[in-house]
């Protein structure tokens, strides 16, 4: 992961806070805090990035 290139969605990079996305090897995508990069990261294969980002944008995760 020190290799990864990351970078925030258009719609967050003016905000200081947020999360990360790095394009990975053997297609898996990292996801991460971008107030503590550093920190741990999930990683998703492509089946499950794809399924993630399904649930959020229907929803699934709002409180």
Do not use: C, Y
Not at 8 to 34: C, N, P, W, Y
Not at 42 to 63: K, Q, Y
């Amino acid at each position: 992961m020190v290799e990864a290139r990351w970078f925030k969605s258009r719609h967050s990079a003016t905000h200081s806070d947020g999360v990360e996305v790095a394009f990975l090897v053997r297609r898996r995508i990292g996801l991460r805090d971008s107030t503590n990069p550093s920190g741990p990261a999930l990683v998703f294969a492509t089946n499950e990035w794809d399924a993630f980002t399904a649930a959020a944008r229907s929803g699934e995760f709002a409180s």
